[in-house]
Nanobody, 131 residues
Framework: QELLVQSGGGLARSGGSLRISCDAS????????IGWFRQVPGKEREGISY????????HYADSVRGRFTMSRDVANKTVSLRMSDLKSEDTAVYYC????????????????????????WGQGTRVTVSS
């Protein structure tokens, strides 16, 4: 089973903060990394942060580094993304994702980020930043 359940998000003013979370307790397949992506209409889904299970450290895209903080609660199998100093360009649908082990044939979307192939996705959470 590969279930990722997201919560949080919503509306914030420019310069404000929001938090989104992902419950991976229903993800029983082994995975190599878990991360966050975002997508705006007409653009490709963009990887913004991930934590791999081997080093446990968060990695960030340049667009969010210094403003977003990803954390992982291993015991409770949850990950969160704290978004600060929000900008209008952060408006997007945010997705929790995992890079599962095993065959990835036929998976869509399948996006490589930080050398990991992310192929399992949460339901998406809308974040809107008003100026």
């Amino acid at each position: 089973q590969e279930l990722l359940v997201q919560s949080g998000g919503g509306l914030a003013r420019s310069g404000g903060s929001l938090r989104i979370s992902c419950d991976a307790s229903g993800f029983t397949t082994r995975y190599y990394a878990i991360g966050w992506f975002r997508q705006v209409p007409g653009k490709e889904r963009e990887g913004i942060s991930y934590i791999s299970t081997d080093d446990g450290s968060p990695h960030y895209a340049d667009s969010v580094r210094g403003r977003f903080t990803m954390s992982r609660d291993v015991a409770n199998k949850t990950v969160s993304l704290r978004m600060s100093d929000l900008k209008s360009e952060d408006t997007a649908v945010y997705y929790c994702a995992a890079a599962p082990s095993g065959s990835l044939g036929g998976r869509s979307p399948l996006i490589t980020f930080g050398n990991w192939a992310f192929a399992a996705w949460g339901q998406g959470t809308r974040v809107t930043v008003s100026s």
